[in-house]
């Protein structure tokens, strides 16, 4: 099936420890995010890269790397978790990188849960 | 804040009734787009309207855009109990990053 996938779609870890959460799309998109959503169902912009580069990162802190090995993937590698980090996390693609002008395909989420 | 903002936040109907979500931005816009969100899942693409549109039909859903008054609507019409699930607005602002700014949504019920 053709589809943005995320892995995985539960994650429950401690404080001070590190994960990674892993996205594929082969939708042939060149356009990748990572958007967080948290608790109040806020949907907010992290990352995006358009066909490996990093094009946007909106100030989030350095523990968030992501990293796109090509462009039909974008990892998402978390540093010291902390309890604020706990939300779901999305990826996305869009087949062009000026955004507005095509619709952007959603994986189901991560929830990330941080004791 | 959000750039879109969705009125009501939440909205409980009858099944067969018509369903209207509001947002509204601050900024000019290239476009602005609808998506829905089931529970548990991803956000899934409805409808794309440009700014130089006003209307826009796709199956029962309509929308409109004023870009006057910053706001556009989301009227689903004959609901059915498939249609529960969170709507988001998101806007494609014409200056700055290239990226979609969502709304908070609105949390649609339909009641059998």
């Known amino acids: 099936d053709t589809a943005v996938s995320q892995t995985p779609k539960y994650l429950v870890t401690q404080m001070g420890n590190d994960k990674s959460i892993k996205c594929e799309q082969n939708?042939?998109?060149?356009?990748m995010y990572w958007y967080k959503q948290d608790s109040k169902k806020f949907l907010k912009i992290m990352f995006s890269?358009?066909?490996?580069?990093?094009?946007i990162n909106e100030t989030v802190p350095n523990r968030f790397s992501p990293k796109s090995p090509d462009k039909a993937h974008l990892n998402l590698h978390i540093n010291s978790l902390e309890l604020g980090d706990s939300a779901v996390y999305f990826c996305?693609?869009?087949?062009?990188?000026?955004?507005?002008?095509?619709?952007?395909?959603f994986g189901n989420g991560t929830r990330l849960t941080v004791t | 804040s959000q750039q879109g903002e969705e009125d009501p936040q939440a909205l409980s109907i009858q099944e067969g009734e018509n369903a209207t979500m509001n947002c509204s931005y601050k900024?000019?816009?290239?476009?602005l787009q609808w998506y829905r969100q089931n529970s548990g899942r991803g956000l899934v693409h409805l409808i794309l309207?440009?700014?130089?549109?006003r209307e826009k039909h796709s199956g029962r859903l309509r929308v409109t855009l004023d870009t006057s008054k910053k706001s556009s609507s989301l009227l689903i019409t004959a609901s059915r109990a498939a249609d529960t699930a969170s709507y988001f607005c998101?806007?494609?602002?014409?200056?700055?990053?290239?990226?979609?700014?969502f709304g908070q949504g609105t949390r649609l019920t339909i009641n059998p």
């Open positions: 996305a693609s869009s087949q062009d990188y000026f955004v507005g002008h095509s619709p952007l395909h």
């Open positions: 900024t000019s816009i290239n476009n």
């Open positions: 890269y358009n066909n490996k580069e990093l094009i």
């Open positions: 939708l042939g998109h060149d356009t």
């Open positions: 998101a806007t494609s602002p014409i200056q700055g990053a290239q990226k979609l700014v």
């Open positions: 309207i440009r700014s130089n549109e």
